[in-house]
């Protein structure tokens, strides 16, 4: 009896998710700006598609809160005011240290491996002044707590505004100086975990969070 190793078939993804893909890294990396009005004719011709899957795509980010579509006036990318960002900064110094404390619980060793790497990778993009990649990196050092929580509700209140975080961070105004400050705290961070001092790396990331406080009138369009 011959018998047949299944194979799971991979869907390929539709226009309306590539459409939907690009957009969402555009906002994340700044390519697009916070409040940018986006057209349904110029991105149709920028992907090369209908203005449907487009539109379908605005919607899907609707959703997501990334784009705020306005009747009689169009599609903007999102614009946070002050408070929202407040508030963002203080949800995250509540999540991320409940989700690094469980990711230390759940699987140090591999956990602790891959901040490793994250910060390894934002070396190299601080030496070089790759900044746009050191952020993007940044996000992956932080979403990397919840990728080792073990912990599906707290997966599901970060993925809820993770491309926010991304976005603002994104569009931050910041110096040499700052950067190298945000590499130093994770160095920090991760060796305090290394050491069990788990205590004073949870109180270190908080500040670490709360600093973005300061520079968030970079992030206000006025």
């Known amino acids: 009896m011959t018998v047949t190793t299944l194979k799971s078939i991979t869907r390929p993804k539709s226009l309306t998710e590539n ?11 700044g390519e697009l700006s916070l409040g940018q009005p986006l057209s349904e004719a110029s991105l149709s011709e920028t992907f090369g598609v209908s203005k449907t899957p487009v539109r379908e795509a605005l919607f899907i980010l609707k959703q997501e809160g990334l784009i705020d579509i306005i009747p009689q006036k169009g599609s903007f990318v999102f614009q946070p005011d002050e ?26 060793q ?4 891959s901040l490793e790497i994250c910060i390894v990778k934002m070396e190299h993009k601080f030496r070089n002044k790759d900044f746009k990649a050191f952020l993007l990196l940044d996000g992956e050092f932080h979403e990397t707590f ?8 707290l997966k599901k209140s970060y993925h809820l505004v993770q491309y926010h975080i991304g ?23 991760y060796q305090k975990l290394s050491n069990g001092e788990l205590e004073e790396a949870k109180s270190h990331l908080r500040s ?9 009138n970079a992030c206000v369009l006025k």
Do not use: G
């Open 19 to 29: 459409v939907a893909e690009n957009l969402r890294l555009s906002i994340v990396s």
């Open 83 to 108: 408070q929202s960002i407040l508030e963002l900064c203080n949800f995250r110094s509540y999540l991320e240290p409940v989700a690094i404390e469980e990711a230390m619980r759940n699987n140090p």
């Open 110 to 113: 591999a956990f602790l491996e």
């Open 146 to 153: 919840f990728k080792y929580c073990n912990n599906s509700f």
């Open 167 to 189: 976005a603002i961070r994104s569009h931050l105004t910041s110096t040499d100086t700052a950067f190298e400050e945000i590499l130093n705290d994770h160095r920090f961070i």
């Open 208 to 216: 670490h969070v709360l600093e973005i406080k300061s520079l968030i």
